[in-house]
C-alpha cells in the first residue's frame, strides 16, 4: 500500500460544517503558521457549491469556520462567471502570499479563477485565468526562468481531456500552452485525466498526483495516480506510475453524493519526508492518507508508462 488510509476517515462531514451544506470535499490544504488550513468545497442544499475553511492543528482534526471562505461572487466579471457555484479550490504559497485557483461554473461553462490570501481571514479575486471549459488548475510553488507555470485541463470533444501546461509573467495573461500528459486506451485513466494536488518538489522532479477516470457499465471511477515533472523544465514529464496508487474501495469512497470516487485537490508535505494527501471521498467526505514521497517516486520511475 503507497498510501496509507488515516484509521479515522473521513476526517470531515457535512455534520462538522456550522450552516446547511450536503458535502464536504474536493479540499486544498496548506499549512500556514504551523497550522494547516482547509478551504473545502461544499454543495448546498440548491446543489451550487460554495467554498468553506477548516483549521487544525494536525492535519487530522479540523474545525470548520463559523461563515463560508467563499460564496459565488456578487459584482463584478466574477459575478457573471460564478452564478452556479465555485469549486474545486487547490492552494499554494508563493512570493509572500496564498493564491487559490478553483472552478467557476455559470451559464457559459466552467473556467477557473484565481484568488489571493496572505491571512486567509480576508480573500481578494484576482483575475479569471481561463476561458470557458478548463478544470484543475495547478500553480507550481516555484517560478521557471522568471515565470509562473500551471498545469490544466481544457475540455475537448476531439481527444481525450488531457493535462497541458501554460506559463505566465504575472498570473494574468498565460501562454506558450502545451498538451504534456494523455490518457491512455483501455488503462484505468482511459476517458479523461487531470491535475490533482499541487506539484510537490523532490529531488528527483516535481511529483504530480493526478486523477484518471474510468467509464464502466456502472459510471466513471474516479481514481488517483503519479507523475515526475523535470525540476528545471516541468513541461519534460520523466515518468509516470503506470499503476493507480489510490482507488475507492473504503464505504465512504464508493457510496456518497457521487459513489466510486477518490478526487484530490491538496497534499502537504512534511519535513520527516512523508505527505498527507487529502482527497473527497464519493464527493460527500473528506478523507487523508499518508505515503513516503521518495516511495511515490520510485512509483513513477520503476514502472512508467509513457506521458502522451
Ligand atoms: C469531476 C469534478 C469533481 C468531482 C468529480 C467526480 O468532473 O466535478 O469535482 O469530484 O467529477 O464527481
Known amino acids: 500500500m503507497l498510501?496509507?488510509?488515516?484509521?479515522?476517515?473521513?476526517?470531515?462531514?457535512?455534520d462538522d460544517v456550522p450552516y446547511p451544506v450536503a458535502t464536504v470535499h474536493n479540499a486544498g490544504v496548506v499549512k500556514f503558521n504551523d497550522r494547516y488550513i482547509m478551504i473545502f468545497r461544499s454543495h448546498t442544499l440548491n446543489g451550487r457549491s460554495i467554498l468553506g475553511k477548516a483549521e487544525s492543528d494536525n492535519g487530522y482534526d479540523f474545525k470548520v469556520d463559523k461563515e463560508p471562505f467563499m460564496i459565488p461572487a456578487?459584482?463584478?466579471?466574477?459575478?457573471?462567471?460564478?452564478?452556479?457555484?465555485?469549486?474545486?479550490?487547490?492552494?499554494?504559497?508563493?512570493?509572500?502570499?496564498?493564491?487559490?485557483?478553483?472552478?467557476?461554473?455559470?451559464?457559459?461553462g466552467v473556467r477557473v479563477g484565481l484568488a489571493k490570501t496572505k491571512d486567509f481571514k480576508s480573500v481578494e479575486r484576482f483575475s479569471l485565468i481561463t476561458e470557458a471549459d478548463y478544470r484543475n488548475v495547478v500553480i507550481f510553488p516555484e517560478k521557471f526562468n522568471g515565470l509562473y507555470a500551471r498545469l490544466d485541463r481544457p475540455h475537448s470533444e476531439i481527444s481525450p481531456w488531457s493535462i497541458w501546461i501554460?506559463?505566465?509573467?504575472?498570473?494574468?495573461?498565460?501562454?506558450?500552452?502545451?498538451?504534456?500528459?494523455?490518457?491512455?486506451?483501455?488503462?484505468?485513466?482511459?476517458?479523461?485525466?487531470?491535475?490533482?494536488?499541487?506539484?510537490?518538489?523532490?529531488?528527483?522532479?516535481?511529483?504530480?498526483?493526478?486523477?484518471?477516470?474510468?467509464?464502466?457499465?456502472?459510471?466513471?471511477?474516479?481514481?488517483?495516480?503519479?507523475?515526475?515533472?523535470?525540476?528545471?523544465?516541468?513541461?519534460?514529464?520523466?515518468?509516470?506510475?503506470?499503476?493507480?496508487?489510490?482507488?475507492?474501495?473504503?464505504?465512504?469512497?464508493?457510496?456518497?453524493?457521487?459513489?466510486?470516487?477518490?478526487?484530490?485537490?491538496?497534499?502537504?508535505?512534511?519535513?520527516?519526508?512523508t505527505i498527507k494527501i487529502y482527497w473527497g471521498g464519493a464527493d460527500k467526505v473528506m478523507c487523508v492518507g499518508t505515503a513516503n514521497i521518495e516511495k511515490l517516486v520510485d512509483h513513477c520511475l520503476e514502472n512508467s508508462r509513457s506521458a502522451l
Open 166 to 273: 501554460s506559463y505566465s509573467p504575472d498570473l494574468k495573461y498565460w501562454g506558450e500552452s502545451k498538451l504534456i500528459m494523455k490518457p491512455v486506451k483501455y488503462h484505468w485513466d482511459e476517458m479523461k485525466i487531470g491535475p490533482g494536488a499541487p506539484p510537490v518538489k523532490t529531488a528527483r522532479g516535481w511529483l504530480s498526483i493526478y486523477h484518471g477516470v474510468f467509464p464502466t457499465m456502472d459510471g466513471c471511477v474516479y481514481r488517483l495516480g503519479v507523475a515526475l515533472h523535470d525540476l528545471e523544465d516541468p513541461s519534460r514529464i520523466i515518468a509516470v506510475g503506470d499503476e493507480w496508487v489510490l482507488q475507492p474501495e473504503e464505504v465512504y469512497e464508493i457510496t456518497g453524493y457521487v459513489h466510486n470516487v477518490v478526487f484530490t485537490c491538496g497534499a502537504v508535505p512534511e519535513e520527516d519526508g
Open 74 to 108: 456578487a459584482e463584478g466579471i466574477f459575478k457573471e462567471y460564478e452564478e452556479y457555484g465555485v469549486e474545486d479550490p487547490r492552494i499554494i504559497y508563493l512570493g509572500g502570499e496564498y493564491l487559490i485557483t478553483y472552478s467557476a461554473y455559470s451559464r457559459h
Open 3 to 14: 498510501i496509507n488510509r488515516y484509521q479515522n476517515n473521513p476526517i470531515l462531514t457535512k
